[in-house]
């Protein structure tokens, strides 16, 4: 054993801090008595003014220690000490370590089998602090207070006002994170074929989550405290195979990977479905059971003889949703919103994306080049929401949308357009009437859940580079031509009202968000 060549040491150690600050100061009216003369002094209304000054401050010890045996036995040591100033003095700092080992079998004497040029079994486990609370703040109690908005005159001028204070909490400090993780890495066949693979689970403890709920006699908001703990899991594969067979190289990179979150403590004493509570899976989809559409007054009668809407809407008539009474009290509802009182509400769904895939091709041949990329979601629920979904079927009349797809809905004998001989009867539609009654038809449930799974083809490129024997007689070192497509296809059952990879990103309702565009391009890279 030689000390020198066989084992390998790195040992770093250091000191990092963070300041940021940040200060304003404002003031303007309306009115101008001249456009001429712009100015806060030649302006007349609705003076106002603002300032503030804020501060944060963060500072970390950290070292790291790593130690490798001929490339068989890996080890790897880290700590750090982290203070923030988001936290009262006594809660400001603490210790964060993490621990990874990993074994190349591959490299051991007795393994023998040259197909396997790697065979390394990982293992971790670290911590990590989180400071990043809403507040910089939040142990300190202020008094609101604002300056001449009084709703009387005292000797002519509007008093400044105060209100009271919230409350804060003392004891917020750092959440934790605890991971842990296994991992197999495979290199064979002279690394042609790479494959990774990770299995791991993250414990997020101490975590700043929803307020408890209190009674509103409290008389203010009650602080966020670090009252919750999260459990994550999932796993990641990558495959890569890399080849060539005469002038022809190829590659493929394909990629899975799944999480899910659950979390496993919050003070919900209540079971308030509206709140976290133990168990509680992200992404869950609370939401009716729906029977269908009632083809005929006479099938919405007998179902309204054994069941309750009322609480939904009134005057039901054919077209309108037949709701199902899952808990058989004859009354459709959301009973008290709680676990063991949910109502006539299930899980109907889950909007958390499940296994994202991705698929990475490219071939080149002597001077041509090609490349794809799929990229999809296998997994995932999704109730849409607004009108750009219903149309004119629950939305009111500045908001209907009208789209081709809205045509499909309730018609009977006695619809107006049916009369007028400018549509026909249509008793097997997806949606419901028309109506401007919003929330009848329009609850969370089942019916109207959709698969937001997709494939899509998010980027197609091929191109070709000029040889070098042609660009020496002009000058140039190289030169490429190509064509290239962004968001080509996509494969998906959901509504193409929307686009599978933008629900949920944000906007007022569902669609009304800046759609991904497809794009061609043509081009030309030419170095001298």
């Known amino acids: 054993m030689d000390l020198a060549t066989d084992h390998h040491f790195k040992v770093m150690a250091g000191f990092n801090s963070e300041l940021n600050k940040y200060s304003n100061i404002?003031?303007?009216r309306t009115n101008l008595i001249t456009p001429n003369v712009i100015s806060i002094n030649t302006a007349t209304d609705n003076f106002t003014n603002e300032g503030a000054y804020n501060h944060w401050a963060t500072a970390g010890f950290f070292g790291r220690f790593n130690y490798n045996y001929k490339e068989k036995y890996f080890l790897e040591v880290n700590t750090r000490y982290d203070g923030s100033s988001r936290f009262i003095e006594d809660k400001r700092w603490n210790w964060f370590n993490s621990y990874s080992a990993g074994w190349n079998i591959a490299a051991e004497d007795f393994?023998?089998?040259?197909?396997f040029s790697m065979l390394k079994l990982r293992g971790s486990y670290g911590e990590l602090g989180n400071q990043n609370t809403s507040s910089w703040y939040p142990f300190y109690l202020s008094q609101p207070f604002s300056v001449n908005n009084g709703g009387w005159l005292v000797?002519?001028?509007?008093?400044n006002t105060a209100s009271a204070p919230g409350i804060v909490s003392t004891s917020m400090t750092w959440e934790r994170v605890k991971s842990y993780n296994i991992g197999l890495d495979l290199g064979l066949l002279d690394n042609r074929l790479v494959i990774n693979a990770d299995y791991f689970t993250r414990y997020t403890l101490d975590m700043v989550g929803p307020a408890k709920e209190l009674p509103v006699i409290l008389g203010t908001a009650v602080p966020n405290v670090n009252n919750s703990d999260l459990k994550s899991y999932g796993f990641e594969l990558e495959l890569n195979w890399r080849d060539q067979i005469g002038d022809l190289q190829y590659s493929v990179r394909g990629v899975l990977s799944d999480d899910q979150m659950e979390v496993t403590k919050y003070p919900n004493d209540t079971g308030n479905l509206s709140q976290w509570y133990n168990g509680r899976n992200n992404g869950e989809i609370w939401g009716y059971t729906t029977i269908g559409i009632a083809k005929t007054e006479e099938e919405m009668a007998k179902h309204l003889e054994t069941v309750s809407q009322n609480q939904m809407g009134s005057n039901w008539q054919a077209g309108d949703i037949m709701y199902a009474d899952l808990n058989g009290d004859g009354t459709v509802n959301s009973g008290s919103n709680t676990l063991d009182d949910p109502g006539d509400r299930s899980i109907i769904g889950n909007s958390t994306p499940r296994f994202r895939y991705g698929l990475d091709i490219s071939?080149?041949?002597k001077n041509f080049d090609f490349r794809?990329?799929?990229?999809g979601i296998g997994k995932r629920d999704w109730m849409p929401n607004g009108s750009y979904f219903w149309g004119a079927g629950g939305q009111n009349q500045w908001q209907a949308a009208g789209f081709e797809e809205h045509m499909d809905f309730f018609r009977d004998e006695n619809s107006p357009m049916v009369k007028a001989g400018a549509a026909e009867v249509n008793l097997d539609s997806y949606f419901p009437r028309p109506t401007f009654d919003q929330g009848r038809n329009t609850q969370t449930q089942s019916r109207y859940i959709q698969n937001a799974a997709y494939l899509r083809l998010k980027n197609a490129q091929v191109g070709y580079s000029i040889p070098s024997q042609v660009l020496q007689r002009v000058g140039m070192s190289s030169a490429r031509i190509f064509v290239s497509g962004e968001n080509l296809l996509t494969f998906t059952k959901m509504s193409k009202?929307?686009?599978?990879?933008?629900?949920?990103?944000g906007g007022w309702n569902d669609g009304k968000t800046y759609p991904f565009a497809t794009t061609y391009s043509v081009g030309l890279n030419v170095n001298f």
């Open 372 to 375: 794809i990329f799929f990229q």
């Open 111 to 115: 393994w023998g089998i040259e197909s």
């Open 363 to 365: 071939l080149n041949y």
């Open 26 to 28: 404002g003031a303007g």
């Open 155 to 159: 000797d002519g001028i509007r008093p």
């Open 497 to 505: 009202i929307f686009d599978p990879e933008t629900v949920g990103l």
